[in-house]
């Protein structure tokens, strides 16, 4: 596991796509590839079964499965954390112990999404799965897919437990995001279009979607900006913008477009995803290759 006090699962990080093959079943060596390809470009830790590997659709033992696959894909190359977000508390805690013995090294835990709990039932939701396992958890805060934004106050309570390290925000607010570093927490950008304003607001790394098809860039981005060359990263980053407009523009962006990323690169074969989600159109696949063609990915 690569990682440190400040950044502990790593600087950058994605939310890795699982991969289906064409009878929906889940292609286990297509997501070893993903996680591969990932590794080998850039990254220093991987995140599965978030949003983008579409784990509202996977069931326990598929995420086990996936799990592991990553898991041996990886080795000690790089961090692997499991999404075990649910909106059910004794579910996530199935996912959570499941996800200790596969032997990862951290949990992601959203928001519960749907039920809207209010602020003690978030405190009882994150303590409870948290007090589960011994591993470190991520938490996730990201009110435009759940409905329920993380107060300062639950911050600070779930901070009292020792696992609870982390934070990825898909909030955007950055003085915000500073109190949140002041509780203790390291904090991970959660939306590509903010990564850079993360980095001068002293987050520890990024948690991408982007990263499936520009791990290079936003690794070389962040060298640039903790080595002082600001303006590089600004140029970077800035070229990197027909690419973040391409992957998060289209409808249910993440594992829609993520997949037709990876199949653009020949990663992937194809670019399954399970309903509710549809894959990219023809025209939307076309969109997706001119935005990557323009930031120099393809």
Not at 81 to 106: C, P, R, Y
Request: aromatic share 6%; glycine share 12%.
């Amino acid at each position: 596991m690569t990682g440190s006090p400040s950044a502990p699962f790593g600087r950058l990080l994605t939310a890795m796509a699982t991969a289906f093959k064409d009878d929906g079943s889940v292609d286990l060596q297509g997501t070893a590839r993903i996680a591969q390809h990932l590794v080998d470009h850039g990254h220093d830790g991987v995140v599965v079964s978030g949003t983008t590997g579409e784990s509202p659709t996977t069931t326990v033992a598929e995420d086990g499965e996936i799990l592991a696959a990553v898991k041996d894909a990886v080795g000690d190359r790089a961090s692997v954390v499991a999404g075990v977000g649910t909106n059910s508390t004794a579910h996530s805690i199935e996912l959570a112990v499941q996800a200790e013995k596969v032997g990862v090294d951290g949990l992601l835990l959203v928001t519960p999404y749907y039920n809207k709990p209010g602020q003690a039932g978030l405190l009882h939701h994150f303590r409870t799965v948290a007090e589960a396992t011994g591993v470190p958890v991520m938490l996730y805060d990201v009110p435009g897919r759940t409905a329920t934004t993380i107060s300062l106050e639950t911050y600070a309570a779930a901070k009292e437990l020792d696992t609870v390290v982390a934070v990825k925000d898909a909030v955007g607010d950055y003085l915000r995001g500073v109190k949140i570093m002041e509780l203790g927490y390291a904090v991970y950008s959660g939306d590509d279009a903010s990564n850079l304003g993360w980095l001068a607001h002293g987050a520890a790394g990024f948690v991408s979607v982007v990263g499936h098809v520009a791990g290079n860039e936003l690794r070389a981005m962040i060298e640039a900006f903790e080595g002082g060359d600001h303006a590089k990263a600004r140029e970077i980053f800035a070229g990197l913008v027909p690419a973040i407009d391409a992957v998060m523009g289209v409808p249910n962006y993440g594992a829609t477009s993520a997949k037709a990323g990876l199949q653009l690169l020949g990663v992937l074969d194809n670019r399954n995803v399970r309903g509710p989600l549809v894959p990219l159109d023809d025209d939307e696949y076309a969109a997706l290759r001119t935005g990557l063609e323009t930031a120099g990915l393809l």
